[in-house]
């Protein structure tokens, strides 16, 4: 009898399937009965294609995906999780869905998101809350909430995700998984970016996998080596560290120093960037077609960022971008990665989740949001588990060199503490 496909990585589905040693079918029926069993009470799929099926040869080859809502996957759900975009079903595939298609992986459904992913919480105006696998009642961090929860809860093997402000990595670090953040201009948007950083990335349960889908997007380039074998480290901010992320941060640093890495602390101002997000993510709001009454609880946001003007905003995206730059200059004065917590608190119950834009808000996304604004790749690493959730570090590095990233990043999850663990009850 064959064993267990849920927990197989996408690097050994495609070995095993390229080799004539496994139906590529395999994965795919066992994942979609695991949505079928675990979905009512995770609520991480909003839509679902019965007729996915994997290819048999490709990159991905019988490897399962969910595809976040704002991708497009022809024939399914695309309504950015807003009452304004109700019962929309896409046409074509995305540019990242189509190559992942080609490469012969299974887009099995569309997962869920909050309203135009403006929270870092997954609750939708459309489909209702997403529960972290961890703990039910809890946020799966978001907006990429629903893609972290499939993939921690073995529903499929990796999902897409999107990140302007930190929507792949904060989900992957309140699930549990590995949330990989491309530099911007890496995969195909659908839309025009006027901040200049959104990028489309992916959450898997290893950087192995992560680096799998990389390469079947974007396509392979030469494996880099490591540098100086030296990193910043950021272990205090003038916010305040919560207890939790800021232990495993510093665990991660000893660690790799352990291995020979060379650690010097890095300073930290995450404000004038999250000052500066503050305007940019209200414009980018507003930029939305339509009257805000007719959407749901964005509609706030929506109506303040109608009211700014064009000079406000410029000035603003580039006081914070000039406040990134400086982050990028002092990486590039001879270190090889930037490491972080990837956030200041720990997964809370919804209820609780920081309001988006606010106060509690800016201490939660301190380090997160400023990588984002500094176009550099970034990855979120599973840390541990501190009363029962999870707890991730972030790596950053250098601009368009993902995989110099994704090599520090595999070595920091091979080290006792790090790395992916399955969720109580989802064996």
């Keep these: 009898m064959e064993p267990s496909l849920t927990w197989s990585s996408a690097t050994d589905l495609a070995r095993r399937v390229n080799a004539g040693e496994l139906d590529p079918q395999a994965a795919v029926a066992e994942h979609r009965a695991r949505i079928e069993r675990f979905n009512p009470r995770l609520n991480a799929f909003v839509d679902l294609d019965p007729a996915a099926q994997a290819g048999a040869e490709g990159l991905l080859a019988g490897?399962?995906?969910?595809?976040?809502?704002?991708?497009?996957?022809?024939g399914l759900s695309w309504t950015w999780s807003s009452h304004h975009f109700e019962g929309q079903r896409a046409k074509v595939d995305s540019d990242p869905i189509r190559r992942l298609r080609e490469a012969g992986a299974a887009i099995l459904g569309k997962t869920n998101m909050p309203e135009l992913e403006a929270s870092v919480g997954t609750v939708s105006a459309l489909f209702g809350p997403t529960q972290n696998p961890w703990r039910e009642g809890f946020t799966p961090g978001g907006s990429s909430g629903g893609s972290g929860a499939a993939v921690a809860a073995g529903l499929v093997t990796a999902a897409t995700a999107d990140d302007l402000g930190g929507s792949i990595r904060i989900p992957a670090s309140c699930c549990g998984a590995v949330g990989l953040r491309p530099s911007p201009d890496r995969i195909p948007h659908d839309f025009a970016d006027p901040t200049t950083f959104v990028s489309r990335g992916f959450i898997a349960r290893t950087v192995e996998d992560a680096r799998l889908l990389f390469d079947a997007v974007v396509g392979a380039t030469a494996r880099p080596t490591f540098g100086r074998r030296r990193l910043l480290a950021v272990t205090e901010s003038p916010l305040g560290i919560d207890p939790g992320p800021a232990e495993a941060v510093r665990r991660a640093a000893g660690a790799l120093a352990g291995r020979g890495w060379e650690i010097t602390p890095m300073a930290w101002d995450p404000l004038p960037i999250a000052e500066s997000y503050k305007v940019v993510r209200r414009v980018s709001i507003a930029s939305w077609p339509g009257d805000p009454e007719s959407y749901g609880p964005i509609r706030a946001l929506m109506a303040e960022g109608r009211a700014i003007s064009a000079v406000d905003y410029w000035r603003s995206l580039q006081e914070g971008l000039e406040a990134a730059r400086r982050i990028r200059s002092r990486l590039e004065d001879g270190f090889d990665a930037i490491l972080a917590p990837t956030l200041g608190l720990l997964p809370m119950p919804h209820e609780q989740v920081p309001q988006f834009l606010g106060e509690a808000w800016n201490r939660y996304v301190?380090?997160?949001?400023?990588?984002?604004?500094?176009?550099?790749?970034?990855?979120?690493?599973?840390?541990?588990?501190?009363?029962?959730?999870?707890v991730g570090v972030m790596l950053a590095g250098h601009y368009r060199?993902?995989?110099?990233?994704?090599?520090?990043?595999?070595?920091?999850?091979?080290?006792?503490?790090?790395g992916f663990h399955r969720p109580p009850g989802f064996e």
């Design 63 to 74: 490897v399962t995906l969910g595809a976040k809502e704002s991708y497009r996957v022809a």
């Design 366 to 390: 301190q380090f997160v949001l400023p990588i984002s604004y500094s176009w550099l790749p970034s990855i979120s690493i599973p840390a541990g588990e501190v009363d029962g959730l999870p």
């Design 401 to 418: 060199r993902e995989l110099a990233l994704l090599d520090v990043a595999a070595e920091l999850e091979s080290l006792e503490g790090f």
